[in-house]
């Protein structure tokens, strides 16, 4: 067993607190990392504050990991002491079903291990993620970063970064589509910087007017007022996918009037409570879809990491110390971070 230090809550109503706990030592097929960097999700919150009722106390959060390999078992080839690798939000499946043979493991029939509250393959353990100073995981769910700086902006594209990518290239986005992102948040941002660099018209549909300066900078090409009704009516029927990635009950009917025949409105974002049901008609006109999509497999996510290092991406972030990881989740439920908080975990030493 390997010692590690990392910050846990121990109930769904105590703030996160120092905790010490132990790691299996590597095996053959393992990789030892020590943590630089890890994202905050708003996932995190949830599990933390067991607001999902699924919460495995003590909760050591993070699923955006970003370290050096610090030991390798005997069987692994892929990696070497050295390098710098990133870790998402699986560190296992069941590695034999349909999904995982064709490297879709987040849809695992058997269901995915994540990388923090999950119950490992094999064993009742409590999976701790990456608010520590290390890791350890098989080298299948490990993935290698190319980004050569600014690797603490690199930590939100493990979640945020292909929750995002991959419906966008699932749907085949690409130049000459109009691609609608609905959210300018952790998920939007990232949205709309990967689909400009796909070659995609990009729109940001919003309700806040205070964020078209910075959709613009980011690389939207428009931007529409959803709260406006003379810029939604002049937007029907305009778009051929729109990704959707408010995390808050919402009317989706005006969403998908924007939408041209065929076209696809994907959710990515997970409202607490389901969004009111859309009328049937705004589908049945224009053979509109409605589609829901999950991180990716990890492959998918190699290559997403791979793409954004091709085209200089990286998301928007504001970095901070373990020690006020309590007040960034306060911050966060007030919508107070552009766009991600990325916590240096040399800070544990502080």
Request: aromatic share 6%.
């Amino acid at each position: 067993m390997i010692k590690s230090r990392g910050y846990a809550a121990h109930s769904g109503d105590q703030p996160l607190q120092p905790f010490e706990f132990e790691r299996r030592s590597p095996g053959e097929g393992d990789v030892q990392i020590d943590i630089l960097y890890c994202g905050v999700c708003h996932s995190d919150l949830h599990t933390a504050r067991n607001e999902w009722g699924n919460t495995l106390f003590p909760s050591v959060p993070g699923h955006e990991i970003v370290g050096r390999v610090s030991a390798v078992g005997s069987g692994v080839d892929r990696f070497k002491v050295g390098d710098l690798v990133g870790v998402g939000c699986m560190i296992d499946s069941c590695q034999h079903c349909s999904p995982c043979a064709e490297g879709l493991e987040q849809y695992c029939d058997n269901g995915f291990t994540g990388t923090y509250n999950g119950h490992a393959f094999g064993g009742r353990e409590n999976t701790y993620g990456g608010y520590a100073d290390n890791i350890v995981v098989r080298q299948e769910f490990v993935l290698r970063i190319s980004h050569t700086e600014n690797l603490a902006a690199v930590a939100p594209l493990l979640c945020a970064g292909i929750t995002t990518y991959s419906p966008l290239r699932h749907w085949s986005v690409g130049p000459g589509q109009n691609v609608g992102v609905v959210g300018l948040g952790g998920l939007g941002h990232m949205g709309i910087k990967i689909a400009r660099a796909m070659g995609a018209k990009v729109v940001l549909i919003t309700t806040s007017p205070g964020k078209r300066e910075d959709a613009l900078r980011l690389g939207a090409h428009e931007v529409i007022i959803s709260s406006d009704p003379q810029q939604m009516a002049a937007a029907a029927n305009s778009l051929d996918f729109i990704l959707n990635t408010v995390a808050a009950p919402h009317d989706l009917n005006a969403l998908l009037s924007l939408l041209r025949r065929d076209g696809t409105m994907t959710l990515v974002g997970a409202p607490a409570e389901p969004h009111p049901s859309p009328d049937v008609f705004h589908l049945l006109f224009k053979r509109r879809k409605l589609a829901g999509s999950l991180i990716g497999g990890i492959a998918e996510t190699q290559e997403m990491l791979d793409f954004c290092a091709e085209h200089n991406i990286v998301s928007d972030i504001e970095m901070i110390p373990i020690q006020q990881i309590n007040e960034a989740y306060e911050r966060m439920l007030k919508g107070d971070v552009r766009y991600r908080f990325v916590i240096d975990m040399g800070s544990l030493n502080g």
